[in-house]
Nanobody, 113 residues
Framework: QVQLVESGGGLVQPGASLRLSCVAS????????MSWYRQAPGKERELVAS???????NYADSVKGRFTISRANIMSAVYLQMNSLKPEDTAVYYC???????WGQGTQVTVSS
């Protein structure tokens, strides 16, 4: 069965960086697009970034220039490098496989001074 395990969240100050990881299993990782979503308290879950099977990327306007999504097919992993973090980036971040409809358990990112 599909499993997605996120890690790398934490509490950081504004301006800091974090790198989220999502390790996948149960499907042919290299053949699937992957996405990162986030959900802040009281808000709907929103798309942060996506990467296609061949490496094409797209980003929410709110994170362009600060976040980078990448993948390592040999590791069945997708990453989200987050730089210049802002308090409004505070959310639970989820890994998602759009074509399968599977979610990870999420990892909390809190940006606060």
């Amino acid at each position: 069965q599909v499993q997605l395990v996120e890690s790398g969240g934490g509490l950081v100050q504004p301006g800091a960086s974090l790198r989220l990881s999502c390790v996948a299993s149960g499907f042919t990782f290299s053949a699937y697009a992957m996405s990162w979503y986030r959900q802040a308290p009281g808000k709907e879950r929103e798309l942060v970034a996506s990467i296609s099977a061949w490496g094409s990327t797209n980003y929410a306007d709110s994170v362009k220039g600060r976040f980078t999504i990448s993948r390592a097919n040999i590791m069945s992993a997708v990453y989200l490098q987050m730089n210049s973090l802002k308090p409004e980036d505070t959310a639970v971040y989820y890994c998602y496989v759009p074509s399968i409809g599977s979610w990870g358990q999420g990892t909390q990112v809190t940006v606060s001074s």
